[in-house]
């Protein structure tokens, strides 16, 4: 799927402690906390991440795999609930956007998902992650807005759902 070519792989393992320096590293990128506009209030407090990823890990009610990309730690998904509902987020690192590597995890992931319907939700200006959820069979059902404290605004959002297991 994807843009990925024959000899590179994705990959998804269950998250490590030492994976989680590099989803910092991620979370700094200011292009990244725009695109993903529903983020952490101060994405440098090295602290605050820790502790929600502390939370996150302790959590056995949410499903969370390191995403690797040729072996390398490239980004991360979940699935959790949100406000009553079965969800999947992702963040893939800025430097591998436009790969195809966002698709190719979240399909593998949705295979580890049995729950149907299943949610995600997307600021309405971030194209690429819309596409990827729409390439995985996920269609637009509703709309919402919330605070983004990344842009530091009211931001629209579209609220998108998978039906079926097959996508």
């Excluded at 792989?9 to 979370?27: A, G, K, N, P, Y």
């Excluded at 971030?126 to 596409?131: E, F, P, T």
Aim: charged fraction near 25%.
């Amino acid at each position: 799927m994807g843009f990925l070519k024959n000899d590179e792989e994705v990959q998804l393992q269950d998250v490590r402690e030492s994976d989680l320096s590099i989803f910092f590293d991620h979370q700094l990128d200011s292009t990244a906390n725009n695109m993903a506009a529903f983020t952490s209030k101060d994405p440098t407090d090295r602290e605050a991440f820790l502790k929600h990823w502390t939370n996150i890990l302790a959590n056995q009610n949410i499903l969370k795999k390191t995403i690797l990309y040729n072996g390398c730690v490239v980004g991360n998904i979940l699935n959790f609930e949100q406000f009553g509902n079965p969800e999947v987020s992702y963040w893939i690192g800025k430097q591998y956007w436009g790969k195809g590597i966002a698709t190719d995890a979240l399909s593998k992931f949705l295979h580890e998902i049995n729950v149907r319907p299943l949610y995600a939700r997307a600021a309405k200006d971030n194209i690429a992650s819309i596409r990827v959820l729409k390439k995985c069979g996920f269609a637009i059902t509703d709309e919402d807005k919330g605070y983004s404290n990344a842009r530091g605004e009211e931001v629209e959002e579209y609220i998108l759902r998978l039906e079926s297991t097959k996508f």
